[in-house]
């Protein structure tokens, strides 16, 4: 891993399960040798008193902009039902998992959204699959819009689906001067 550009741990990751580890090492391993930044567990403090928030991957890449990224540790058997605005589990919970990766990314453009150059930068996040096959989530129907695949963790395929998720808003690279500021 090239660690010319930087990559950041803020939180111990050694006693998280494996699929947690998997997942950065794939961050590290496809963003290596580019111009960005990536943090494990960027703390996120809000102004308002709210309690804290940590995405679990936060990169910031030169032409793919700002990326927050959740990993999930679950598997096909825990779900009843997964779209975009909910995933309902079989022991009755549901959470709105996609919504609230998107939560942590407001958060973060929060902290730089007043500067002209990064108004138009692309953002976008999305939730890691580590234990679960693209192929086996769509047998199941369920949606898989903004979810990266255990199928899609090596470099090229990585930064594929990187680019195939829907931004937040902007849409362009980070200038020198946008890269300058973030």
Do not use: M
Not at 39 to 45: G, I
Not at 87 to 107: C, P, Q, R
Not at 127 to 153: G, M, R, S, Y
Request: glycine share 4%.
């Amino acid at each position: 891993i090239n660690s010319e550009y930087k990559f950041i741990t803020t939180d111990t990751i050694e006693d998280k399960p494996e699929v947690y580890k998997e997942s950065w090492n794939a961050v590290r391993r496809s963003f290596s040798g580019r111009q960005c930044l990536a943090y494990w567990r960027y703390p996120l403090f809000s102004k308002r008193g709210e309690k804290n928030k940590e995405p679990d991957i936060t990169i910031i890449d030169k032409d793919l902009g700002v990326i927050v990224l959740e990993v999930i540790n679950i598997s096909l058997d825990e779900l009843i039902n997964a779209q975009l605005e909910r995933w309902d589990f079989k022991d009755g919970s549901s959470e709105e998992v996609i919504y609230s990766v998107e939560d942590n990314l407001y958060e973060l453009k929060g902290l730089y959204q007043g500067n002209r150059n990064l108004r138009k930068i692309k953002e976008s996040s999305a939730v890691i699959l580590p234990a679960i096959n693209k192929k086996q989530w769509l047998e199941h129907n369920f949606d898989d819009k903004k979810i990266i695949f255990k199928d899609q963790l090596t470099p090229k395929r990585f930064l594929n689906r990187i680019e195939e998720v829907d931004t937040l808003a902007g849409n362009e690279r980070l200038s020198s001067e946008a890269w300058k500021d973030i």
